[in-house]
């Protein structure tokens, strides 16, 4: 192996040595193969590049464009051209999958789901740094500050692991990995230098690599140590000097809290839809919450965690907001007038001492809540959130909650809310799609007033559209995503409660998605168990005078509220002060279903269908491996085969030019190699070789049909008296300049073609034909060609021997 190669090689061992600081952060781990796989392939693109070769800073940009290719190819496909091929829709999915990443990655906790942003964010980022990395330590050869970038990856992944540090395991992978470059970069110059310091002589027949311990002054190993040592000590010193960064997958805790027992503080935007992932993915329905309650009915009685207010085209999250302490009670819900039916119910609850979540599920809307710990009120989304690392686990907490019951008629004649509200929770972005208005404008035509509008949109996704309620199917991320689902009309709650939030806003609705967890199961002790499978994610619309109202338009899941339809009766309350249990007495391991199944909801199936794991992102495999590689190799096939010609010539060109300057090589086979350039470079702009004609003869000709004159006319003469001194002379002597001669031939050519002949040249150079005279050269040589022969003519001698018999049989 060369000392480029070998180079080449440590460098991607580096890159992906110090990336695997990175792993920790999210999970699934699937886009670390992707990364090793484009990375290979990247670095493979340099190393052919620099075989040519190419310019330094041109070799770079062909493994910067390579890199776009492979990541066009992985992340944008359906924007490509070809599916390879970026232009401006490519750039354009780029930018909103890197918006999307940095979002998660302010909201997350460790370890956050593999969406397609984070995923980009992670492999491209691996692919900048090993072609930064790349390119100092192979191409320009200077291994010592290729450390900066591996030590940037490694730094990253420090700052934003847990305690401040990416574990002592990642340390010392990246720093094995850039001492391993230091080394190799450190043996291929010293094996170049020789023993130019001196030092004890070599065993005979040995040759110095300059890395010999006795006796020889060893000052670029020493540099490179100290260089390393530097280096490592300061990616020891960044992450601890690192602030403390609170907030999704920015801390451990969850990201929530305020700053201390204070009346002020701020709520980070962290999204619970993901902050409830790691129960969620358990394979077992392992139960979270367990409850009595004194309700006479649980249809109803949803868990409410969160509420997700801002919607910024891409997905749904919490707004990051003001938070004060615990009130008791707490204030009235806004925009409920007392002439609304309601009643107070006590729900007494207990968390699992293995659900850990920093956000209180509990009815909504509570009036009063006593539980120990830290806790802070968001008043907005009258949500309680642990202060300083608090969580749900194990909690045991009671709750008084309204059971608000408006008619139909008072939510049809609710009047406009106020201007404030109505503005904030009616945004939509720029970036969503047309479809989702057009189709929320078609779908409520014909209502009288925003109620109306309202209804028809939960039936059109809970029976009337045609949706089907699939778990399996990924979120996805972008704008898009909304407009995949309505038009291939399958997903779970988290689908139909983004979908509906946003039309109900395009309709100037106020609306917001709120994530918890259906009643639960009966148990035969009264209680009520809440298990992982009851996550669910429903819109909230606004009407003043009522206020969040909850609608329900995923399939199969939860209850239609009674308000929406008009064949369900309502429940009202027993003693608060004596829970009942309600529902069904006798124990059941199904999942939560409601006790009357509306006709709405028999349309789809039933009312048995387990709930979805909740979760907001893109599941992030992304295609399978051996599609990237199959595609890539495709890729690489198709753009690179046009160019073969092209880096052919130059490699060929390079090589007779620079054997043609040698002074200690044979001084016949010099010139013939530069004439042979020559006569290519003539053939190549149409002047076709003629080995009739004798050097002086073929320059003349050259002369006369490239319309040279001048120092290229020249030129060719005078390399064409070198091939006639070499051939003829009995001492031939050396000619100096000729590799100068060549290119000024060169340069006449060009000046007397046209533009089409200038690039006909350059890109396909008639010479080329070269390449396929020596194969066939070595096909003969190995007897294939002979062989091919011999196996043809017994055929055809079968062939004669058959066609008599097969005469006569016939006659």
């Not at 390393?228 to 602030?243: E, H, N, T, Y």
């Not at 530069?674 to 009739?692: C, F, K, Q, R, Y």
Request: charged fraction near 20%; glycine fraction near 12%; hydrophobic fraction near 45%.
């Amino acid at each position: 192996m060369s000392g480029r190669a070998r180079l080449a090689v440590c460098a991607t061992a580096a890159t992906l040595m110090a990336s695997g600081s990175l792993l920790p952060l999210v999970d699934p781990a699937t886009w670390f193969l992707q990364a090793v796989i484009l990375l290979v392939i990247q670095s493979g693109a340099g190393a052919l590049a620099r075989r040519v070769p190419l310019a330094r800073a041109l070799t770079v940009a062909v493994q910067a464009l390579v890199t776009l290719f492979l990541l066009t190819l992985v992340f944008a496909r359906e924007q490509a051209l070809a599916g390879v091929l970026p232009g401006p829709a490519v750039f354009r999915e780029f930018g909103l999958l890197l918006e999307a990443g940095g979002e998660d990655v302010s909201r997350y906790m460790i370890p956050a789901p593999l969406s397609d942003g984070i995923r980009l964010m992670l492999v491209g980022g691996v692919l900048m740094v090993g072609l930064v990395v790349d390119a100092l330590a192979v191409t320009f050869r200077t291994a010592a500050p290729a450390g900066l970038p591996l030590l940037a990856l490694y730094s990253v992944a420090a700052g934003l692991s847990e305690g401040g540090g990416a574990g002592w395991l990642w340390f010392l992978l990246a720093a094995a990995g850039y001492l391993l470059l230091l080394l190799a970069e450190g043996r291929d110059r010293l094996s170049q230098w020789g023993r130019v310091f001196g030092g004890a002589a070599r065993p005979p027949g040995r040759v110095s690599g300059g890395l010999e311990s006795d006796g020889g002054a060893l000052a670029p190993v020493r540099t490179g140590r100290r260089i390393g040592a530097l280096a490592l000590g300061i990616a020891l010193v960044v992450p601890l000097a690192l602030p403390a960064l609170d907030g999704g997958l920015l801390a451990g805790n969850g990201g929530t809290g305020g700053n201390g027992s204070g009346g002020g503080g701020t709520i980070s935007a962290v999204n619970p839809l993901v902050a409830l992932q790691d129960s969620l993915n358990q394979p077992e329905d392992r139960e979270v919450l367990s409850y009595r309650t004194n309700a006479e009915g649980t249809d109803d009685l949803y868990l409410r965690i969160v509420s997700l207010d801002q919607f910024d085209g891409t997905t749904w999250k919490t707004t990051v907001r003001r938070i004060e302490d615990v009130p008791s009670p707490l204030p009235d819900p806004r925009g409920l007038r007392p002439d609304v039916r309601r009643t107070e119910i006590q729900t007494n609850l207990s968390a699992a001492e293995n659900y850990a979540q920093n956000w209180l599920p509990m009815p909504f809307p509570a009036s009063q809540v006593k539980i120990g710990g830290r806790w802070r009120y968001e008043p907005v989304g009258r949500s309680l959130v642990g202060d300083r690392g608090q969580t749900t686990r194990g909690a045991q907490y009671q709750v008084k909650s309204l059971v608000v019951e408006p008619t139909a008629e008072q939510l049809a004649a609710a009047p406009p809310p106020d201007e404030d509200l109505r503005r904030e929770f009616t945004k939509v972005p720029g970036s969503l799609p047309r479809l989702v208005g057009d189709t929320a404008r078609q779908v409520t035509r014909g209502a009288a007033n925003p109620y109306e509008q309202a209804v028809k949109l939960q039936d059109y996704f809970a029976s009337d559209g045609g949706f089907t309620y699939n778990t399996q199917v990924r979120a996805g991320s972008g704008p898009s995503a909304i407009e995949r689902f309505l038009k291939q009309k399958e997903g779970f709650c988290v689908h139909f409660s983004f979908a509906m939030a946003s039309m109900a806003r395009t309709l100037g609705i106020p609306a917001r998605v709120a994530v918890g967890f259906t009643p639960g199961t009966a148990q035969a002790n009264g209680r009520m168990s809440v298990g992982l499978r009851d996550a669910h994610a429903w819109p909230e619309l606004y009407f003043e005078g009522v206020g969040w109202t909850r609608f329900e338009p995923t399939p199969s899941r939860g209850t239609v509220p009674e308000y929406t339809r008009s064949d369900v009766p309502s429940g009202g309350a027993s003693d608060p002060g004596t829970p009942e249990p309600s529902a069904s007495s006798e124990p059941s391991t199904a999942p939560s279903a409601s006790d009357t199944c509306p006709p709405d909801q028999k349309k789809q199936g039933g009312c048995h269908s387990a709930a979805p794991l909740v979760a907001s992102g893109s599941g992030g495999e992304g295609p399978p491996v051996g599609m990237i590689v199959g595609l890539s190799l495709a890729a690489l096939l198709v753009l690179g085969a046009p160019l073969l010609p092209l880096l052919w010539r130059t490699r060929a060109r390079r090589v007779r030019l620079v054997f043609g300057g040698r002074s200690d090589a044979d001084a016949a086979a010099r010139t013939l190699a530069v004439w042979l350039e020559v006569t290519d470079t003539a053939w190549d702009h149409g002047i076709a070789p003629d080995e009739s004609l004798t050097p002086r003869n073929a320059a003349a000709r050259i002369v006369r049909a490239g319309q040279l004159a001048g120092r290229p006319a020249e030129a060719v003469h005078r390399v064409a008296a070198a091939v006639e001194q070499v051939l003829y002379a009995p001492r031939p002597q050396p000619v100096t300049g000729l590799p100068e001669d060549v290119r000024r031939v060169r340069d006449g050519l060009n000046a007397s073609a046209g533009r089409a002949a200038r690039l006909r040249a350059l890109l396909a150079p008639r010479s080329a034909a070269r390449v396929v005279w020596a194969v066939s050269d070595r096909w003969a040589a190995f007897g294939f060609g002979a062989r091919w022969r011999e196996r043809g003519a017994k055929r055809w001698a079968t062939l004669a021997r058959k066609l008599p018999r097969r005469a006569g049989q016939e006659s």
